[in-house]
Every structure is written in structure tokens, then in C-alpha cells.
């Protein structure tokens, strides 16, 4: 799918604006000219968002809201949705972060896990659902019985970390990235190589405004799996592709995922088994078993 790159005068629903990256999102939508509605539960937080990304917009007749909501509760998504002025054209999906569920599964609460599918699962797909069935009705309501030539063109990102692609003791929820470091168990951390300090992190990994603008890039040039800047992403995603559609002519995704698959996964497998083992006899001896 091509798309067309011009956000200018666009409609576009930010959930999870008011933070992190959904604000870095919505300021680069705002600065391409795009409305901006953005969605977070904190009424403090999305009134100062507001503020920093109207400072973003490029036309002065550009709308920039704030809606304050828990995205985990369906009916009140659909309510809010329907209630706004104008409809979207395009959602990014991008609230997210659970700063306490980190841990070994044998630690955490169960209420820890239900919470982090209500701000990772749920408050993606509620949004999506909705949208979708809003721009269902309306597309009914317009169609005269023959498809239009030129079908309006309508998107949803989802976003997330790349820590999706791979399941790690102790980081049963990923969280937001620096944030996360002191919730996280060491193992975690070793096995990551994030056990170091912020600073370096930081120098390591690109910034919120670099990840937003290559999104919104990608996205306008219809690419369906962003993983940019980072050949890790990369490297994880080809090994888990399943059906997802693969990127490019899709020949570099086949490579990588064999690689992958033959050469790098065996070495981690065993490296991580000892890692986990080791880790496990430790916590045994510091618990008392
Ligand atoms: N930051 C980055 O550079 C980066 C890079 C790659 C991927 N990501 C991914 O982007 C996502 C967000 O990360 P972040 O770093 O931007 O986190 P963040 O700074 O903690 O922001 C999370 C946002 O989600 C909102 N939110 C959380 N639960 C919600 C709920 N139930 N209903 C409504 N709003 C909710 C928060 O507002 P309230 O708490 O007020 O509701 C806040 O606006 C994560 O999936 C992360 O993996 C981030």
C-alpha cells in the first residue's frame, strides 16, 4: 500500500499523547500540519501536553484537543470517539507502560498482569475496534451500491517496543524504557546488556523525536513494520515474522530470519539458559530454599 506522505489538514488521534512518545508523535504530526487529538487518563499531564505540541503547528486554523479517558474501557472509547467534532483519518495507537508489573512471574500480583493488559492490550485494541467500526458506518452510509474509485485512505499504527518480539524472564510487561530500570530485575538487565547507567542508555538509544519523525515517515510511505534505527529490532522481528507481511521485496527479511534462526538464536538459547539457571541458584541461596 502507497499512501500519500501530506498530513497538512489531516485528522489525527494520538492515544497515549500526553507522554513519552505519543507526545513526540503528536508534535511531529502537528508540525506536518495535521489536527491533533491526543488521549491519556491524567488531566494534568495532557493539559501541559497540549500546550507543547500547539507550539508544534504549522497553520494557526490547526485544532489541537486533549481528551481526558482510560483507554482500558471500551464503551467509554467508543463514546469518546464518537463524541469528537470530526472524525479521524488516522490513529496512532501508543499508550502504553507499566512501571510496576516488572518482575518474575512468581512475584508479581495477579492484579499486575491484569493491569498491564488493560494499559498494553486493551488500550490499543479498544481504540482500534472503535474506529474501525466508525469508519465502517460511515463508509455504508456513503456507498451508493458501486466501490468508489478512489477509497479514502485510513490508518492505524500500532506501536510498541521491540521487547514484543521476544519474551524475557523478568519483563513479563515492557515498560517505558528508562523509567523500567529500577523495577527491573538484574537478570533482566544482564540479559538485555542494560545493566548500565541512564547516561548511558541514553548515548545508546536514539531520542522520543527521533523515533516519532522516522514513524510518521514510514507510515507515509505506507511501510506496514517500522523498525527503524535499530538492526536488533530488525534482526528479532525477521525471526518472528510468521505471516506479518515482510518489508521491501521481502528477500533481506528471508535472509535475516534464517541467520537468525541458524546461527544466532542457538548461541543466546544456551547463553541465556546458564544466565537463567545461574540467576535462579542465586535468588534460591539469598530466599533461603
Ligand atoms: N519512548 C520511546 O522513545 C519509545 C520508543 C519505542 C517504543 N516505545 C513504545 O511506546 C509506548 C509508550 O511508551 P512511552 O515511553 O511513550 O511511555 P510513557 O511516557 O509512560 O507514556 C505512556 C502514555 O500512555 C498513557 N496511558 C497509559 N495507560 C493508559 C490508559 N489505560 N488509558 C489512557 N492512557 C494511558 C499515559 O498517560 P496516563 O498515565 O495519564 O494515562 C501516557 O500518556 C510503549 O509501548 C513503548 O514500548 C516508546
Redesign the pocket.
Known amino acids: 500500500m502507497k499512501s500519500s506522505a501530506s498530513l497538512r489538514g489531516k485528522i489525527v488521534f494520538v492515544?497515549?499523547?500526553?507522554?513519552?512518545?505519543?507526545?513526540?508523535i503528536s508534535q511531529a504530526l502537528a508540525a506536518k500540519g495535521a489536527h491533533v487529538t491526543?488521549?491519556?487518563?491524567?488531566e494534568g499531564?495532557?493539559a501541559d501536553?497540549k500546550s507543547e505540541i500547539q507550539k508544534f503547528i504549522s497553520e494557526p486554523s490547526q485544532e489541537i484537543r486533549a481528551v481526558?479517558?482510560?483507554?482500558?474501557d471500551a464503551s467509554k472509547v467508543d463514546e469518546a470517539f464518537r463524541a469528537q467534532p470530526r472524525m479521524a483519518d488516522a490513529l496512532y495507537c501508543?499508550?502504553?507502560?507499566n512501571?510496576a508489573e516488572n518482575g518474575f512471574l512468581v512475584d508479581i500480583k495477579a492484579s499486575d498482569l491484569e493491569n498491564c493488559m488493560?494499559?498494553?492490550y486493551?488500550?490499543a485494541a479498544f481504540p482500534a475496534k472503535a474506529l474501525l467500526n466508525i469508519w465502517t458506518e460511515d463508509d455504508a452510509k456513503k456507498a451508493s451500491g458501486a466501490p468508489r474509485a478512489n477509497p479514502r485512505l485510513r490508518q492505524i499504527v500500532f506501536?510498541?517496543?521491540?521487547?514484543?518480539f521476544l519474551g524475557l524472564p523478568g519483563s513479563i510487561a515492557?515498560?517505558?524504557?528508562y523509567?523500567e530500570q529500577d523495577t527491573k530485575t538484574p537478570l533482566t538487565k544482564r540479559m538485555q546488556g542494560t545493566d548500565c547507567s541512564i547516561a548511558e542508555l541514553e548515548s545508546r538509544?536514539?531520542?522520543?523525536a527521533k523515533?516519532?519523525s522516522q514513524i510518521i515517515a514510514a507510515v507515509g510511505n505506507g511501510e506496514f513494520i517500522i523498525c527503524k534505527d535499530s538492526m536488533a529490532a530488525s534482526l528479532l522481528f525477521t525471526n518472528m515474522i510468521g505471516p506479518s507481511p515482510k518489508r521491501g521485496l521481502g528477500i533481506a527479511d528471508s535472509l535475516l530470519g534464517w541467520l537468525v534462526g541458524w546461527f544466532v538464536w542457538p548461541v543466546l538459547r544456551r547463553r541465556w539458559e546458564a544466565m537463567c539457571r545461574e540467576d535462579g541458584e542465586e535468588l534460591g541461596r539469598v530466599r533461603g530454599q
Do not use: E, M, W
Not at 481526558?68 to 482500558?72: G, K, N
Not at 501508543?94 to 507502560?97: D, I, K, L
Not at 538509544?205 to 522520543?208: K, L, V
Open positions: 492515544t497515549g499523547g500526553s507522554g513519552g512518545l505519543g507526545k513526540a491526543i488521549f491519556a487518563r491524567r499531564p495532557l501536553a481526558a479517558i482510560d483507554l482500558s501508543v499508550a502504553g507502560g512501571h488493560r494499559n498494553n486493551y488500550s506501536v510498541s517496543s521491540a521487547a514484543a515492557y515498560t517505558r524504557f523509567l538509544y536514539p531520542t522520543s523515533v516519532a
